[in-house]
């Protein structure tokens, strides 16, 4: 009886905290992601200002 | 250089919350609640064994929900909330039918019953694994959005079906614990076992909504930069 209730507390918690940790990890590299290719967009942007011939 | 702020920093109040309410949770099915004098100490499944089905049951009214408004007003909002309620929706019935089937081999000695209730269940099961399978299509958005919507409409109506099934066919492995009149089959619930049971599906609705918000945040942030790196390429060409 025991084992039973045991094994189906650990699925359940085990089952949960997988899919919390895996959607906290998700977010975060995406999230990281996003400011990395953010700071790409605004490097390009500069370049493309200094090298136009309007730029200085 | 000063440092990014976490993206989970917005989750500093509900963690711990979540966190207190599940020790709360388990500390009252394991040591407050009374063990059922028939069925002994498994019984102590059901408290989560039901908060899990309540929690798949209002992912896919969710569901129902934004796929109606997503139909009618043909916002992408109402559609990626739909399709993340539709991932913890799942997740709650995977989680429903694994601990069902633990109970029912203590309880019955069977892992697993074609009764009314296990069969309507693992039928909503599919039919969400089939919704996410239309959402990962590789169509254009707005047509994966539109078809997804009318199956996640279509799908929901075996909701109140898992609900009912075992008034409506009598089973006789599931008892009917919760209503009164010529249906209930259960003996009714001890009022301790009942308090357990409302704190356990208020904390994991709790967990639900989180698991909502996180969900939306990262299919937002995978449109964002789906748009940021088509800006790169026509800036740059880069990828052709």
């Given amino acids: 009886m025991m084992a039973y209730l045991v094994s189906a507390y650990s699925l359940i918690f085990g089952f949960l905290a997988a899919y919390f940790v895996w959607t906290g990890t998700r977010l975060r590299r995406l999230d990281r992601e996003v400011a990395v290719i953010r700071e790409m967009l605004t490097d390009i942007d500069h370049v493309a200002s200094r090298s136009s011939p309007d730029g200085q | ?240």
């Fill in chain 2, 1 to 240: 250089m000063k440092a990014r702020k976490s993206i989970l920093r917005g989750e500093r109040v509900t963690i711990p919350l979540l966190v207190a309410g599940m020790i709360g949770a388990l500390s009252l099915a394991l040591l407050w609640s009374p063990v059922d004098v028939r069925l002994g100490i498994v019984q102590k499944i059901f408290y989560f064994h039901v908060a899990s089905a309540w929690n798949a049951f209002l992912a896919f009214f969710v569901v129902f929900v934004m796929s109606i408004l997503y139909l009618w007003r043909r916002n992408r909002a109402f559609d990626i909330v739909a399709g993340v309620s539709a991932e913890i929706g799942l997740l709650f019935t995977t989680i429903v039918l694994v601990t069902g089937s633990i109970w029912g081999r203590s309880s019955w000695n069977v892992w697993w019953s074609w009764e009314p209730r296990l069969t309507t269940s693992l039928i909503l099961w599919f039919m969400y694994a089939a919704y996410l399978m239309i959402r990962s299509s590789a169509v254009s958005w707005e047509k994966r959005a539109r078809l997804s919507s009318v199956f996640g409409i279509i799908a929901f109506v075996d909701v109140p079906i898992v609900f009912m099934s075992i008034r409506w066919w009598r089973s006789k492995l599931h008892p009917v614990v919760f209503g009164s009149g010529a249906g209930r089959s259960g003996g009714g619930v001890d009022p301790r076992m009942l308090l357990t049971l409302l704190f356990c599906v208020a904390v994991f609705s709790l967990l639900y909504f989180v698991l909502l918000n996180r969900g939306i945040r990262t299919r937002k942030l995978g449109i964002e930069i789906d748009t940021i790196k088509r800006t790169l390429f026509e800036r740059t060409g880069w990828g052709a």
